[in-house]
Structures are given as structure tokens and as C-alpha cells.
């Protein structure tokens, strides 16, 4: 079955450490995205990419790092320096969003989600 | 900028409709719209392109006006299955050359409660 799948599902981060969400997609999207969600709120856009190798900075990128290796990998760290990072984060992956083919623009897959909590 | 969703909450009872509204400063590309369930992942619903094509479920349709940079989306003889939270997600013009960032800034919700 293609989708996308993230791990952990629950991951638990000590003070002055970094961890590391994966996000794994066989649809062969070009394009990849990293949300965080905090309870009652939206999404907000962390980082994204739209080729391997090439990334850019979302809406609140600050004490998070992320690499496009692979295509079907995006994987996103959250640093030490990420103060409140108690959140649900969420990947997505689309075809890139160019052309006016409304039958591939854009439209986001999203992950299951990793609920990252600070012990 | 993030767009606005009104109203933030809605409480239905089965068979029911509802209008969910989603409004940006900004010109828009697209407007897509989503539902998430609880702990869940967003699932897409529709998506509207500039020009007036747009895509999604057999049974939720949606407006999309260009010139007020508004999107209606609008659930008819509402199900239990409709509860959830509703989600607008807009891509806005990158440059004068009409292309699209690639990308969606998403309206803080609406909560949409259906009871039997």
C-alpha cells in the first residue's frame, strides 16, 4: 500500500537534547512538509521541500533542522534549542505544486503523526 | 499571513447543513480544505483552483471567489461520520508571473459537532 508513515508515534525528549522524527513516503512525491500542531490550533509549516537535496524554511523553523537525502525520506530534528517543542507533528508529501493539472496540484498526504512530549 | 475561519465552532444535528467560511488578506492560487478527526491525520476534502476548476468528494461542495479571496465550504444533510475538525489551507501568488508558492498556510479550524 503507498502512503506515508511516521515514527515514532510517541517520543519522549530529556531537556538539552535532540531528537529526530522520521517520515518515510513510497508515492513518489516530489515534494515533502513538516507541520507542528499544538492542541486547538492549525497547522503550522516548520520546513518543506520540493526536490531532493533542497529545502526551505517555514513559518516557524526556529530550533528545528531537517535533510532531503533521499526522495522518499524527510526527516526532521528538533533541537535543544526548540524551548517549547510539546506538540503533534505532522508530515505530508505531494506532487510538486507546478502547472495547473488540478488532478496532481498539491494536494497533501498526511502522515499519522509523532506526539512529542518534554520528560 | 494565516487565513481566518469562521465560525470556530459548529453543533449539528444528522441532516443538517452547515457553511464553513475561510477568508485571506492575500490573493490566492488555491484554496484546499481538510478534515481531521481527533488524533488523526488531516484527510483531503476538495481542492479549488483559480480559473474555477476544482476536485474532491461526491458529497461536500465548495465556492471559491477569486475577488474576495473567500472560500465557502458547504456540508449538506450532515452524517455523524462529518464530525471533526475542518481545516482551509491557502497557496498565494509567489510573483507577477502568476506562479504559486507550492505551499499552504492553513485557517486555525473549525469544529464541526454532528449528533444523532
Known sequence: DGGITQSPKYLF????????????????????????????????????????????????????????????????????????????YLCASSVKGEGSRISSYNIQYFGAGTRLSVL | QQPVQSPQAVILREGEDAVINCSSSKALYSVHWYRQ???????????????????????????????????????????????????????????????SYGKLTFGQGTILTVHP
Open chain 2, 37 to 99: 478527526k481527533h488524533g488523526e491525520a488531516p484527510v483531503f476534502l476538495m481542492i479549488l483552483l483559480k480559473g474555477g476548476e476544482q476536485k474532491g468528494h461526491d458529497k461536500i461542495s465548495a465556492s471559491f471567489n477569486e475577488k474576495k479571496q473567500q472560500s465557502s465550504l458547504y456540508l449538506t444533510a450532515s452524517q455523524l461520520s462529518y464530525s471533526g475538525t475542518y481545516f482551509c489551507g491557502t497557496d498565494s501568488f509567489h510573483n507577477a508571473g502568476g506562479t
Open chain 1, 13 to 88: 525528549r530529556k531537556e538539552g537534547q535532540n531528537v529526530t522524527l522520521s517520515c518515510e513516503q513510497n508515492l513518489n512525491h516530489d515534494a515533502m512538509y513538516w507541520y507542528r500542531q499544538d492542541p486547538g490550533q492549525g497547522l503550522r509549516l516548520i520546513y518543506y521541500s520540493q526536490i531532493v537535496n533542497d529545502f526551505q524554511k517555514g513559518d516557524i523553523a526556529e530550533g528545528y533542522s531537517v535533510s532531503r537525502e533521499k526522495k522518499e525520506s524527510f526527516p526532521l530534528t528538533v533541537t535543544s534549542a526548540q524551548k517549547n517543542p510539546t506538540a503533534f
